[in-house]
């Protein structure tokens, strides 16, 4: 049974750095293929896509909000960790992380989200 | 980026009636396309890949068709728990994955 859930700060101020994690079960990061990905949702908003990463370490970013993305993996520990930089009050969201079986999938499995506020 | 462009914006529907959802691609996504639902608090929930293929324990009533650029789903007879907002988003590589603005189904 594989599940997701997204941890980390529900509120940050603008300009600091949010940090999230994603701790998942059922799956391996060392299975070829693999990938989780991040996604986004503002509030009564589109879902947006931001990045993934993959078994063999490959990563994809938004081409739009790549030079503040690093998405990185703790396979030993069921992981994948994003930070944003620079937050601003327009990165107000739920954040979600979700498995991908390959890089030609969908997202099969979703975590529950995490709303994560930007205010002073 | 491939822009996804789904109508109608919100569409009401009796239960027993069958909808009809659009999905526009702006450049082929050849059958790369999947469809979500989402309910208000929850997160998205897989129904349909690869344009037409039923995710596992989505009911029959759900069904995609299309390829390229034109894509539709379709729910035949809606019950209760269908009024949601159905998401269509593209899965190629590249360009990256995008999601389109959802069509909200209410209960008329």
């Known amino acids: 049974q594989i599940t997701l859930k997204e941890s980390g700060p529900t509120l940050v101020k603008p300009t600091q750095t949010l940090t999230l994690m994603c701790t998942f079960s059922g799956f391996s990061l060392n299975t070829s293929g693999l990938g989780v990905g991040w996604i986004r949702q503002p509030p009564g908003k589109a879902l947006e896509w931001l990045a993934l990463?993959?078994?063999?370490?490959?990563?994809r970013y938004s081409t739009s909000l790549r030079s503040r993305l690093t998405v990185t993996k703790d396979t030993s520990k069921n992981q994948v960790m994003l930070t944003v930089t620079n937050m601003d009050p327009a990165d107000t969201a739920t954040y979600y992380c979700?498995?991908?079986?390959?890089?030609?999938?969908?997202?099969?499995?979703w975590g529950q989200g995490t709303l994560v506020t930007v205010s002073s | 980026e491939i822009v996804m462009t789904q109508s109608p914006a919100s569409l009401s529907v009796s239960p027993g009636e069958r909808a009809t959802l659009s999905c526009r691609a702006s450049?082929?996504?050849?059958?790369?396309l999947a469809w979500y639902q989402q309910k208000p608090g929850q997160a998205p929930r897989l129904l349909i890949y690869?344009?037409?293929t039923r995710a596992t324990g989505i009911p029959a009533r759900f069904s995609g068709s299309g390829s390229g650029t034109e894509f539709t789903l379709t729910i035949s007879s809606l019950q209760s728990e269908d009024f949601a907002v159905y998401i269509c988003q593209h899965y190629n590589n590249w360009p990256p994955i995008t999601f389109g603005q959802g069509t909200r189904l209410e209960i008329k």
């Open positions: 979700a498995h991908r079986k390959t890089g030609s999938d969908p997202f099969d499995y």
């Open positions: 690869d344009a037409s």
């Open positions: 990463i993959y078994w063999d370490d490959d990563t």
């Open positions: 450049q082929t996504v050849a059958f790369n």
